[in-house]
């Protein structure tokens, strides 16, 4: 199974701030990797696919990177809304694995 | 407007089987394969399997040592899951989510039932 390593597991942040979660895979994914966003109690939301494409109805303040092993999903802007936990996914084979998850807390 | 809307909650005792089901709505439901995902309190996220709507085609990732069944139900465009053997490290929260058709191989979720929580108490 390929292992997904997200770094930092939390962060702290203002209003405002721009942040940079970094998501690390045991093994060359291409660019199959996906990024989800998920709030207390709800159901993830998918934010980035395919590496760096925008999801339908995303904000362009989400924005991913990367290619082979490592990938980075940047955050500009921070809004009360955002805070929140990032989850990272490999879409290359399965199973498809997810990190371990970013928990993005307020300053 | 697409919705994915999931069975209820479940207390289950050690040792039995819980069903969840997955109901969707507002796009065909043959187009577009159906993951279960899993959440344990307080944990991340375990990818447990896909099922094809279409042809009833589908995989777990081998974790469950066959406890995992997944079914369809065409005619009221409904995915089960069932899981047998319960112990209490599949106490979780169960999402159903679309396999979305924007990304290459369909495998990034663009929409996900409400979750099932599913408790395995004695």
């Known amino acids: 199974d390929i292992q997904m390593t997200q770094s930092p597991s939390s962060l702290s942040a203002s209003v405002g701030d721009r942040v940079t979660i970094t998501c690390r895979a045991s093994q060359s994914i291409r660019n199959y990797l996906n990024w989800y966003r998920q709030e207390p109690g709800k159901a993830p939301d998918l934010l980035i696919y395919?590496?760096?494409s925008l999801q339908t109805g995303v904000p362009s303040k989400f924005s991913g990177s990367g290619f082979g092993t490592d990938f980075t999903l940047t955050i500009s802007g921070l809004q009360p809304g955002d805070f929140a936990t990032y989850f990272c996914?490999?879409?290359?084979?399965?199973?498809?694995?997810f990190g371990q998850g970013t928990k993005l807390e307020i300053k | 407007q697409v919705h994915l809307v999931q069975s209820g909650a479940e207390v289950k005792k050690p040792g039995a089987s819980v069903k969840v089901s997955c109901r969707v709505s507002g796009y065909s439901f043959s187009d577009y394969y159906i993951h279960w995902v899993r959440q344990a309190p307080g944990q991340g996220l375990e990818w447990m399997g896909w099922?094809?709507?279409?042809?009833?085609?589908?995989s777990d990732s081998g974790d469950f040592q066959g406890r995992v069944t997944m079914t369809r139900d065409t005619s009221i465009s409904v995915v089960h899951l069932e899981m047998s053997s319960l112990t209490s490290d599949d106490t979780a929260v169960y999402y159903c989510?679309?396999?979305?058709?924007?990304?290459?191989?369909?495998?990034?979720?663009?929409?996900w039932g409400q979750g099932t929580l599913v408790i395995v108490s004695s």
């Open positions: 996914q490999q879409s290359y084979s399965a199973p498809y694995t």
């Open positions: 395919g590496a760096s």
């Open positions: 099922m094809n709507p279409k042809t009833g085609g589908r």
């Open positions: 989510a679309r396999g979305g058709g924007a990304c290459t191989n369909g495998v990034c979720y663009d929409y």
